[in-house]
């Protein structure tokens, strides 16, 4: 009983549980509304996710990941200034991006409401503002590594609008307008249960200083170009398939095996969260070889698990699909012509890669390499764009599509050890070995050591 309540309190079993329940919400949110709403509808409801996703990576890419960082050896008034600039720059960046939206939606209205991002550009500028101070909430507690409070802000943002959803599948039949309505007044509901809590740091916002900015926006102008170039290697696919002739329709299909890409990363994402302010820690005050320890085995766990769950995905790919979206899409869509079981079990191949180039990408970042992080992140960007208009406007195919995102993938990996390497020293054999460890130890510590 002792060692459950451990694992149970444990930072990795909080931050994987706090996205399983995320996950799961936004898993069934999604599925109620492909199977509540026509193929092009649903696509424009991807499309106005798609844009508010790439916005947010440039608008929280600024500060978050440097404030993680610099927060993990802070003392009390460092601490203070640095929330308070982290409060400051987030809203210069909204009112710098809700300004162009506006502009932009305001006289190229026409063309922008004949396209797929008409919802974007119509309610984004108003949500962005709306959301700001519970996602600043998050990166605070993430660097405090309040992962249960993390859980309460998520299932609360998370959990009304499912139940939004719910309410529109099964008794009202809400229009894609009022859908985008009630998502922004929770998203204004959840940021005043943060303010009100104190954990967002809007209050802080005076105590910024020029010196803390400065540090911020140093390390940001490289982790915002990586944070946006990893949003880019999500949503590229997305975006050049809807200005492609294939347009809503194939946006929509699409949309589902990356969703199950998603479903994939849970483990990835919460172990991500809590190896972070670790490696970042330990390269702070100098502990190289902590930061090897922490980075070995954390990306050999998550391959092994990422082996098993590759295989079940591919496996259970029909499953997956008419689970999360109808029977519907079990078959070659008429119009479009792709299936998207097939997709599905090209991305099962993708997901063996994801661990070891995610922490590539952490490792650069903890040891105050943003930079080359950045250059990593973008090379892989360009290789997945070309990849992409040789699959859509060549060969019309959106198989090969999901092929690129292999191919970028490996390329990630390999300039994400070889620049890692001349950091810290690193052995590919020490990965899958100190993945190994990992779960002995773990299976130890369940069992009492009945198996040491």
Not at 25 to 39: C, D, N, P, Q
Request: with cysteine; aromatic share 14%.
């Amino acid at each position: 009983m002792k060692m459950l309540k451990k694992i149970v309190k444990e930072d990795n079993f909080l931050s994987l549980t706090g996205n399983l329940v995320i996950a799961f919400l936004g898993i069934s949110g999604f599925a109620l509304l492909a199977r509540s709403l026509s193929l092009d509808v649903f696509g424009e409801w991807v499309l106005f996710i798609t844009g508010g996703s790439f916005v947010e990576m440039f608008r929280f890419g600024i500060t978050n990941t440097g404030l993680i960082r610099f927060l993990s050896g802070a003392d009390d008034q460092s601490r203070t200034k640095l929330i308070g600039s982290n409060a400051l720059i987030g809203l210069g960046a909204t009112i710098l991006i809700a300004v162009i939206l506006v502009f932009c939606y305001t006289f190229f209205n026409e063309a922008i409401s004949n396209s797929g991002y008409n919802l974007f550009f119509k309610w984004y500028p108003l949500l962005a503002f709306l959301n700001l101070p519970w996602n600043n909430a998050l990166v605070v507690l993430q660097a405090d590594r309040k992962y249960d409070k993390i859980l309460i802000i998520k299932s609360i943002n998370s959990g009304l609008f499912f139940l939004v959803i719910v309410v529109n599948f099964f008794f009202i039949e809400l229009q894609l307008n009022e859908l985008v309505i009630a998502l922004v007044i929770i998203n204004a509901f959840t940021s005043l249960i943060t303010i009100v809590l104190g954990w967002d740091g809007t209050k802080l916002i005076t105590k910024a200083t020029r010196e803390t900015n400065k540090i911020l926006l140093d390390f940001g102008k490289y982790t915002t170009f990586t944070l946006i170039g990893t949003n880019l290697l999500r949503s590229a696919d997305t975006l050049i398939i809807s200005l492609s002739p294939m347009g809503n329709a194939a946006v929509a299909l699409y949309s589902i095996p990356l969703k199950l890409t998603e479903l994939q990363q849970i483990p990835l994402r919460s172990f991500v969260a809590t190896a972070f302010p670790k490696m970042s820690k330990a390269s702070v005050q100098g502990k190289v070889q902590e930061v090897k320890d922490l980075f070995y085995t954390y990306s050999g766990a998550l391959t092994y698990l990422f082996v098993l769950m590759s295989l079940f995905t591919f496996v259970f790919a029909e499953f997956l699909v008419l689970i999360l979206s109808g029977e519907q899409y079990l078959v070659v869509d008429p119009v479009t012509g792709f299936n998207v079981v097939d997709i599905v079990r090209v991305f099962s191949l993708y997901g063996l890669l994801l661990p070891i180039d995610r922490m590539t990408g952490i490792g650069l970042d903890s040891v105050n390499k943003p930079n080359i992080n950045a250059v990593k992140v973008f090379v892989m960007v360009a290789a997945n764009v070309i990849g992409d208009f040789i699959a859509i406007f060549i060969f019309k195919s959106l198989i090969l599509v999901a092929v690129a995102s292999i191919a970028f993938t490996l390329i990630g990996i390999w300039m994400g050890m070889y620049f890692l390497n001349k950091e810290l020293t690193l052995s590919y054999k020490e990965i899958f070995s100190s993945g190994i460890t990992f779960y002995k130890n773990l299976l130890n510590k369940v069992t009492n050591n009945r198996f040491a």
